[in-house]
């Protein structure tokens, strides 16, 4: 189950690998996730939905083991960002984890609470292989705050993104949907904030009504220096996304 292989690295990949893989949005919230996260040497780590593996390979870097699991391995994963011996890939649903109970010191959902079918389902298989007292880190989608006409798009954005979920949640029906399964809130913080939602919108906006290829990962290293000024702080509280650390409880 574990040791998944990459294909042979094409030659786009070896160009994306230069670089810089991650997106604006996941580039603005890494520092925020990872410190929230707090790994040590002797922790094992679950990245439940992995995509191309981007935060599995770094998470690798700060703790004993990191397990990146995504239902489209083969297909993500032939942007390899180089050998890790503490990485391990696994080909599965994030509804239903193929792992022991209590098996993670920490687990890592980075923008897939609203892509899963099942959300509640989710919640629970991540409680299920947390160990107690173990801390869950989420990153989820907010409804737009800038380009609030966005919102009325909601279907079809969420058809074009992919999203057999909810595609993004009010954030007091985020906060209660983690209480009911429950995880005590630890630290909320917005990411990325008003600049990098602002951007991110008009993006979003291109793409949808002229197809404008904003999503290109060869287009993000672009936009990287955003992510370094919208990390200042915002007295307004908004962002498209937000950021969540949660303790699991017992039931």
């Known amino acids: 189950m574990f040791g998944y292989v990459p294909n042979k690295t094409p030659w786009k990949d070896l160009v994306l690998k230069v670089l810089g893989y991650p997106s604006l949005i996941r580039r603005t919230q890494a520092p925020i996730i990872m410190r929230m996260l707090e790994l040590k040497e002797d922790e094992v780590v679950l990245d439940a939905g992995c995509g191309r593996g981007f935060f599995t390979y770094e998470l690798a870097k700060m703790c004993k083991m990191s397990i990146g699991i995504d239902w489209n ?4 994963l032939s942007f390899a960002m180089g050998k ?13 984890l193929p792992f022991a109970l209590e098996k ?3 687990v890592l959902l980075s923008s897939v609470l609203q892509m899963a079918e099942e959300d509640k389902a989710l919640l629970r298989e991540c409680h299920r292989v947390l160990k107690r007292n173990k801390v869950l880190v989420l990153s989820v989608p907010l409804e737009y705050c800038c380009l609030k006409k966005l919102n009325f798009l909601k279907p079809q954005l969420k058809k074009r993104f992919g999203a057999l979920g909810k595609a993004y949640y009010d954030h007091d029906e985020v906060i ?3 209480r009911n399964e429950n995880f005590k809130i630890i630290e909320i913080e917005y990411s990325p904030k ?6 991110f919108e008009i993006g979003v906006f291109l793409w949808h009504h002229f197809n404008f290829p904003f999503f290109s990962p060869f287009l993000f290293p672009i936009l990287y220096p955003i992510a370094y000024f919208d990390k200042f702080p915002d007295r307004k509280q908004i962002g498209n996304e937000v950021i969540i650390k949660v303790r699991k409880v017992l039931r």
């Open 73 to 76: 391995l083969s297909k993500g």
């Open 84 to 96: 890790q011996p503490k990485v391990a890939y696994v080909k599965g649903d994030v509804q239903r």
């Open 104 to 106: 993670f010191d920490k």
């Open 176 to 178: 209660e949907l983690l």
């Open 194 to 199: 008003k600049l990098g939602s602002l951007i």
